[in-house]
């Protein structure tokens, strides 16, 4: 039995099903972390989606700021959603996308996995959370994404204010908040201020920001975390954080992490040789 960690696939179908292939991976007794980001700019979409909830039962989802912005998508009218790329609209308009829209909302912002001694999330933590806190945050929104009320979140999703983290926020702001930290962080300051902005390496970022996991003063981590989201990091670990998001959708890796080793162990597969990253880069 196995548990493996798969960054960012993007809607990048034929590298995941590579990926699965070398792992050798048995749904009758393996099991899969997808870090977030399932869709959006791969070109397969819909038969990622597909695949991943054909395996739904042997998966562990956190969900992304691509995943979110879908699901936002989705609550506007068909006129709107007509205007999206051709990817999401094939998503969109999908003769089975009611069951599996309904699934990704359902599916977490964070897991913790006590006996393992990891947490997933798709971008990061506050510097100020402890790993209860961060699980009663995500919990909170969790329970809004997947409740009858979904749709005034997914509306009022967009935004990049507040910037920061505040155990005073209320309503939409808190859970925007949330949203932001956990889907959308790269760089921060010491009181968590999220620069939107910035997402090359580190060492370019803005003066007085910091990668999540270098804030100075921040809260002691109490597990290992493995996340995505940050493609120009690249593989890193260090600080008891794992960052697996190896840009595939922009011609680089599809990056899975065994989780349940002595030590974590990578294996990747190369991205298909049309990909390649744009002038200016992608997030």
């Given at each position: 039995m196995?548990?493996?960690?798969?960054?960012?696939?993007?809607?990048?179908?034929?590298?995941?099903?590579?990926?699965?292939?070398?792992?050798?991976?048995?749904?009758?007794?393996?099991?899969?972390?997808?870090?977030?980001?399932?869709?959006?700019?791969?070109?397969?979409?819909?038969e990622t989606l597909r695949l991943i909830h054909a395996l739904r039962d042997h998966v562990v989802v956190t969900l992304g700021n691509h995943d979110l912005s879908l699901l936002a998508i989705a609550e506007r009218r068909p006129d709107a959603q007509a205007k999206v790329?051709?990817?999401?609209?094939?998503?969109?308009?999908?003769?089975?996308?009611?069951?599996l829209l309904d699934w990704l909302r359902g599916q977490k912002l964070l897991h913790h996995d006590?006996?393992?001694?990891?947490?997933?999330?798709?971008?990061?933590?506050?510097?100020?959370?402890?790993?209860?806190?961060?699980?009663?945050?995500?919990?909170?929104?969790?329970?809004?994404?997947?409740?009858?009320?979904?749709?005034?979140?997914?509306?009022?999703?967009?935004?990049?204010?507040?910037?920061?983290?505040?155990?005073?926020l209320q309503g939409i702001e808190r859970q925007r908040a949330a949203i932001n930290t956990l889907t959308r962080m790269r760089y921060c300051d010491v009181n968590g201020r999220i620069d939107?902005?910035?997402?090359?390496?580190?060492?370019?970022?803005?003066?007085?920001?910091y990668p999540w996991f270098e804030v100075p003063g921040m809260r002691r981590r109490e597990t290992r975390i493995v996340c995505g989201h940050w493609s120009a990091l690249g593989r890193f670990a260090g600080l008891g954080v794992y960052a697996i998001d190896t840009g595939c959708v922009w011609g680089g890796q599809l990056t899975?992490?065994?989780?349940?080793?002595?030590?974590?162990?990578?294996?990747?597969?190369?991205?298909?040789?049309?990909?390649?990253?744009?002038?200016?880069?992608?997030?």
């Amino acid at each position: 039995m196995a548990t493996y960690a798969i960054g960012d696939v993007q809607g990048c179908l034929p590298e995941l099903q590579r990926l699965l292939d070398k792992l050798r991976f048995d749904p009758a007794q393996d099991r899969l972390w997808f870090c977030g980001d399932l869709v959006n700019r791969g070109g397969q979409s819909l038969e990622t989606l597909r695949l991943i909830h054909a395996l739904r039962d042997h998966v562990v989802v956190t969900l992304g700021n691509h995943d979110l912005s879908l699901l936002a998508i989705a609550e506007r009218r068909p006129d709107a959603q007509a205007k999206v790329n051709p990817e999401l609209r094939a998503v969109l308009f999908a003769d089975d996308a009611p069951p599996l829209l309904d699934w990704l909302r359902g599916q977490k912002l964070l897991h913790h996995d006590e006996a393992l001694g990891w947490t997933m999330v798709h971008a990061g933590l506050a510097p100020s959370w402890t790993l209860r806190q961060a699980q009663r945050v995500a919990q909170d929104v969790e329970r809004e994404l997947a409740g009858p009320h979904h749709a005034r979140l997914l509306k009022n999703l967009f935004g990049n204010r507040p910037a920061g983290w505040s155990n005073r926020l209320q309503g939409i702001e808190r859970q925007r908040a949330a949203i932001n930290t956990l889907t959308r962080m790269r760089y921060c300051d010491v009181n968590g201020r999220i620069d939107f902005e910035s997402k090359g390496i580190p060492g370019t970022q803005k003066p007085g920001m910091y990668p999540w996991f270098e804030v100075p003063g921040m809260r002691r981590r109490e597990t290992r975390i493995v996340c995505g989201h940050w493609s120009a990091l690249g593989r890193f670990a260090g600080l008891g954080v794992y960052a697996i998001d190896t840009g595939c959708v922009w011609g680089g890796q599809l990056t899975a992490l065994r989780l349940d080793a002595e030590e974590p162990q990578y294996v990747a597969v190369d991205a298909e040789p049309h990909r390649t990253r744009p002038p200016g880069g992608g997030d």
